[in-house]
């Protein structure tokens, strides 16, 4: 969720420039098969609100938002470094997103900080108990996936079809994953075809690849930016930057891990010991 752009009626540390100081947060995300552990870091500087948390006045609040699922949940703390957040695995998966603030836990009738800008004066501020007094910031993690589910192309990539009778194939972007849309007669042919192992490697070459190349383009590009909240966005653009090239067409390959090539050995093969389907 986006905060930058939200107004409030007092100073926020970290929007703007209206009081001084910094607010940041290192996170740490572990992951079995009951729990997904979250572990944050605070680093705050700014002497009031440090007061504040002391006198436990305001907390540093971690904010859990899961698409998949619906799960949200806000966790406090009073330490930089607090205990682990633990939650069931089975209530996150896929994206997840957390958020993290400093809220006010009570009522401050008159709220001043001496690092407000001078534009502020002696002026004072009434707050409420959940009021933002400084963002940390966000970031975003995958529930339930190991890191090499999260490198295999099924994790941002389906093939579907486009209902249309014979057209070239296109990608769609505006889905948690890209979704490949063959002809329906191409799909007919790739449903019989990918029930065959030996013929993998040929679908490789011939859909996921050129679709890969085209997908990595369009996320060069400023088109792709409205889409940066889908899983997708951020999965190819940690494979992207792992495998990087200048030329799309070979940072696909490095990430399909030559399918060319492998399609070649499959068919050879083939010509050697011929499969019927």
């Known amino acids: 969720m986006k905060y ?9 540390l970290n929007l703007g420039d209206d009081i001084d100081g910094d607010f940041g947060v ?4 572990q992951a079995d098969k009951e729990y997904i552990t979250i572990s944050p870091t605070y680093h705050l500087r700014n ?18 938002y899961c698409r998949g699922t619906m799960f949200r949940k806000s966790y406090l703390a009073y330490e930089s470094v607090p205990d682990p ?11 997840v997103e957390a958020d993290f603030f400093v809220c006010a836990t009570k009522e401050i009738h008159e709220y001043r900080n001496e690092n407000f800008t001078e534009d502020f004066g002696d002026y004072s ?7 933002i007094l400084a963002i940390g910031g966000s970031g975003k993690f995958y529930a339930n996936k190991s ?20 057209k070239p194939f296109y990608n769609l972007y505006d889905g948690r ?18 029930r065959n192992s030996y013929y993998i490697n040929t679908l490789h070459s011939t859909i996921v690849l050129p679709a890969l190349a085209e997908a990595i383009r369009f996320l060069e590009s400023e088109d792709s930016d409205m889409y940066s909240d889908n899983m997708w966005y951020e999965l190819l653009t940690d494979l992207k ?8 067409l070979v940072t696909a390959q490095k990430i399909l891990e030559l399918p060319v090539n492998r399609s070649f050995i499959s068919l050879v093969k083939l010509m050697d010991e011929p499969v019927i389907l």
């Open 47 to 64: 002497a009031g609100i440090e007061k504040l948390i002391d006198e436990k006045e305001a907390a540093f609040v971690l904010q859990v």
């Open 125 to 131: 501020f009434a707050i409420e108990p959940g009021d």
């Open 177 to 194: 994953k890209i979704t490949i849309l063959l002809s329906q007669e191409d799909y007919n042919m790739y449903q019989k075809v990918m």
């Open 85 to 95: 957040v633990k939650i069931q695995s089975v209530k996150l998966n896929h994206q």
């Open 147 to 166: 890191p090499e589910e999260l490198k295999a192309i099924s994790s941002f990539m389906d093939i579907d079809t486009s209902g249309k009778k014979n």
């Open 26 to 29: 290192k996170l740490q995300v």
């Open 241 to 248: 930057n792992e495998f990087y090239e200048i030329d799309p």
């Open 4 to 12: 930058n752009d939200r107004n409030f009626p007092h100073p926020v």
